[in-house]
């Protein structure tokens, strides 16, 4: 049996090793911490970009070569049917072909890609298509789309089965625009507009005196002015987010949101109308043009209108 000195000894002795143990652990957790906020500051910051580009990337050529292969699809004839390898490797020879294209294409675009299997060695991607088609020349052309199947692989691409019909994105709904005030020719903004059109859509000049030193507007002079002889852009509506007076000019700073419709001549003497969203602003008395806006300002609360798609040519 121990000493009672040799007892405090090991006593003594146990408390150190604890106290040791337990300062060398949190060490040891300190160290770890303060090496991954260094690797967090000065080390490579992990690449949340090149994931997300690579599937971009993957996604646009899916879309590529789906595009081409419904394109090919519609309008392959009998003495092009080799042309269908490259789509589908498989392809059936007993497929019956027409003579002469069954269809006129035009304007073919990739309305939605979607990864549908992720085999890990290999990806299938469902890809719908959208053309202009018509069955001759001169017949007008209807929108149709068309869904294909598309297998990726480090071999390349190929469809796993031949395009068929889908729905188009539908013939949509519509919003009322939010401006509820229509403003007379009598307006000061619609007697600063009118300037501003002439000169934004023609070669008259003069643009400065109509726009703010921010709004970073240069004219795009592609239809005829009165120095070219006329007529010159005219402004047929013209609506505002609010009532603006006629005859007083609010104070400096006051900003308004307007929606002008306008028929112009381009210089091949063809009529156009077109729509403008456009921002104004009141500088030294003048209502100034701020901007065009990105988009006309929608009605608050207003609800969406379905649109009834016409019927096709032929039915009733």
């Known amino acids: 049996?121990?000493?009672?000195?040799?007892?405090?000894?090991?006593?003594?002795?146990?408390?150190?090793?604890?106290?040791?143990?337990?300062?060398?652990?949190?060490?040891?957790?300190?160290?770890?911490?303060?090496?991954?906020?260094?690797?967090?500051?000065?080390?490579?910051?992990?690449?949340?970009?090149?994931?997300?580009?690579?599937?971009?990337?993957?996604?646009?050529?899916?879309?590529?070569?789906?595009?081409?292969?419904?394109?090919?699809?519609l309008t392959v004839t009998d003495t092009q049917r080799a042309s269908l390898q490259s789509c589908w490797a498989n392809q059936d020879q007993q497929q019956p072909l027409?003579?002469?294209?069954?269809?006129?294409?035009?304007?073919?675009?990739?309305?939605?890609?979607?990864?549908e299997d992720d085999l890990g060695y290999a990806q299938q991607w469902s890809v719908i298509v959208s053309v202009s088609e018509r069955p001759y020349v001169a017949a007008p052309a209807a929108e149709k789309c068309y869904r294909i199947p598309v297998l990726y692989s480090s071999y390349g691409l190929q469809a796993t089965s031949r395009p068929g019909k889908a729905d188009c994105s539908g013939a949509g709904a519509t919003l009322p625009l939010g401006y509820p005030t229509t403003l007379s020719n009598r307006s000061p903004v619609f007697h600063t507009l009118t300037g501003f059109f002439e000169s934004y859509l023609t070669n008259a000049g003069g643009l400065d005196r109509y726009i703010t030193e921010k709004s970073g507007l240069v004219a795009v002079p592609d239809y005829r002015s009165a120095r070219d002889?006329?007529?010159?852009?005219?402004?047929?509506?013209?609506?505002?987010?609010?009532?603006?007076?006629?005859?007083?000019?609010?104070?400096?700073?006051?900003?308004?949101?307007?929606?002008?419709?306008?028929?112009?001549?381009?210089?091949?003497?063809?009529?156009?109308?077109?729509?403008?969203?456009?921002?104004?602003?009141?500088?030294?008395?003048?209502?100034?043009?701020?901007?065009?806006?990105?988009?006309?300002?929608?009605?608050?609360?207003?609800?969406?209108?379905?649109?009834?798609?016409?019927?096709?040519?032929?039915?009733?």
């Open 229 to 316: 002889g006329g007529p010159a852009p005219r402004i047929v509506k013209l609506q505002s987010t609010r009532a603006v007076p006629d005859d007083a000019m609010p104070v400096d700073g006051t900003t308004i949101h307007v929606f002008a419709t306008v028929d112009s001549v381009t210089r091949q003497f063809s009529p156009r109308r077109e729509d403008y969203a456009l921002s104004l602003t009141v500088i030294s008395g003048r209502w100034m043009v701020a901007g065009i806006d990105y988009a006309p300002q929608l009605a608050p609360q207003a609800e969406l209108t379905p649109v009834v798609p016409a019927p096709a040519k032929g039915q009733s």
């Open 1 to 73: 049996m121990p000493t009672k000195t040799w007892q405090r000894r090991i006593d003594t002795t146990g408390g150190w090793i604890g106290r040791a143990f337990f300062f060398a652990a949190v060490a040891s957790c300190s160290i770890v911490a303060i090496s991954t906020i260094w690797g967090w500051i000065f080390n490579k910051p992990i690449d949340v970009h090149g994931p997300a580009r690579k599937e971009v990337n993957r996604t646009e050529l899916v879309g590529n070569f789906a595009r081409q292969c419904v394109e090919k699809a």
């Open 98 to 115: 027409p003579t002469n294209p069954g269809a006129v294409v035009s304007s073919p675009g990739v309305a939605a890609v979607t990864l």
